[in-house]
C-alpha cells in the first residue's frame, strides 16, 4: 500500500485540479478566510483550540511578502473579533525570509506586535534545516516584543534536544513534530522508531523544564507513549496540549484526550495555495491517498 500511495504521489503534480482536490478539501478549510473561520468557529463548539495557517511557502518579491503579512494581520483581527480560541501559525520563508532575511524578520515582528495587540498567539513554524538557527533566533527576539509567541523543533534533528535544553525557560512554547522535509542521514535521524525515541526523550526534557509543550502528532503508538510519560512524570494539565492537523482521521482519539482533560489544538490551513500544499504534504505523507480513497469505497 506505501508503495502504491507514493506512486499516486509523485503523479500527482501532473493531475488537474479537480482531480486533486478531493484528496485536498478533508484537509484544507478553505479558499477563503470566511470558510476558514467557520471551521475554527465549530472547532470551538466542539472543544478544541486551533491555530490557523495561510497556506504557501518561499514568497518570490517583497510585494509578495508584505502582502501575506497584511493577510494575517487581517487574520488576527478577525480572530480577536469574534472571540475565536485561536492563534496562528507562520512560515518564514512565506514573509520574505530566504528572499529578504530583513524583510522577513521585519515582517515576523510586524505580526508578533499585531498579536500583542489583539492577545492572539503567534507561532513560528519550523522549516528546512537551512532556516534552523535563524528561526530560533528570530523568535527569542520576538519574545520581546509578545509573551505568546511560540516556534517548532523537529524530532528527527540530531540538535534538536541540545535545541530544547537551550531555549528553555518559563516563557517557552514550543511545539514537537516530528519533521516532514528531506534531510541528509548527516543531521537527520532515518529511522521511524529512533525518531519516535527522540521524540519522547524530548518531551521528557520540555515537560520536566520550564517550557509549555506542544505536543504534534498524528501517530497514536506515539500518542501512547506521551500519555504514558505525562502519567508517570504526573504534569499538570496545563503544562501541554495535544495537536493534529485538520481533517487528519484520528478515530476517536482526540475526544478520548479531552475527556481526561487535555487541551487538543487542530491546525487549519487554508488559502489560495491549495494545490500546492496539497502536492507537497502528499509526497511527505503519502498515506493521507489512502485515507481519502478509503472513504470513496465507504460511499
Not at 472547532?43 to 504557501?56: F, R, S, V
Amino acid at each position: 500500500m506505501f508503495a502504491f500511495n507514493s506512486l499516486i504521489a509523485g503523479l500527482i503534480p501532473y493531475f488537474p485540479k479537480w482531480f486533486v482536490r478531493p484528496f485536498a478539501k478533508p484537509y484544507v478549510a478553505g479558499e477563503s478566510l470566511d470558510e476558514a473561520i467557520d471551521i475554527v468557529r465549530d472547532l470551538n463548539k466542539k472543544g478544541y483550540a486551533a491555530t490557523m495557517d495561510i497556506l504557501g511557502e518561499f514568497v518570490e518579491s517583497t510585494d509578495e511578502a508584505n502582502q501575506i503579512k497584511d493577510d494575517y494581520a487581517q487574520v488576527i483581527q478577525r480572530i480577536a473579533e469574534y472571540g475565536l480560541d485561536s492563534t496562528i501559525s507562520v512560515k518564514p520563508t512565506h514573509l520574505g525570509l530566504g528572499l529578504d532575511d530583513a524583510l522577513g524578520e521585519a515582517n515576523i515582528m510586524a505580526l508578533a506586535q499585531s498579536g500583542k495587540d489583539y492577545g492572539v498567539g503567534v507561532t513560528i513554524d519550523m522549516e528546512n534545516s537551512p532556516y534552523t538557527s535563524q528561526t530560533f533566533d528570530i523568535y527569542k527576539r520576538a519574545l520581546s516584543i509578545h509573551d505568546n509567541m511560540g516556534t517548532v523543533i523537529q524530532a528527527y534533528l540530531y540538535r534538536s534536544l541540545d535545541d530544547i535544553k537551550s531555549l528553555d525557560s518559563p516563557r517557552l512554547n514550543l511545539r514537537i513534530c516530528k519533521g516532514i522535509y528531506k534531510e541528509s542521514p548527516e543531521i537527520a535521524i532515518q529511522n521511524r522508531t529512533a525518531i519516535n525515541d527522540n521524540y519522547v526523550e524530548m518531551a521528557k526534557t520540555l515537560l520536566n523544564g520550564d517550557g509549555y509543550a506542544c505536543l504534534a502528532t498524528h501517530d497514536l503508538s506515539l500518542i501512547d507513549r506521551l500519555e504514558a510519560l505525562i502519567e508517570s512524570e504526573n504534569i499538570p494539565s496545563d503544562r501541554f496540549e495535544f495537536q493534529v492537523l485538520y481533517g487528519v482521521p484520528m478515530g476517536k482519539r482526540l475526544e478520548a484526550l479531552k475527556a481526561k482533560g487535555y487541551k487538543v489544538r487542530v491546525y487549519v490551513p487554508f488559502g489560495e495555495a491549495w494545490f500546492e500544499y496539497s502536492v507537497r504534504r502528499l509526497k511527505e505523507n503519502p498515506k493521507i491517498i489512502s485515507y481519502v480513497m478509503g472513504n470513496w469505497f465507504r460511499r
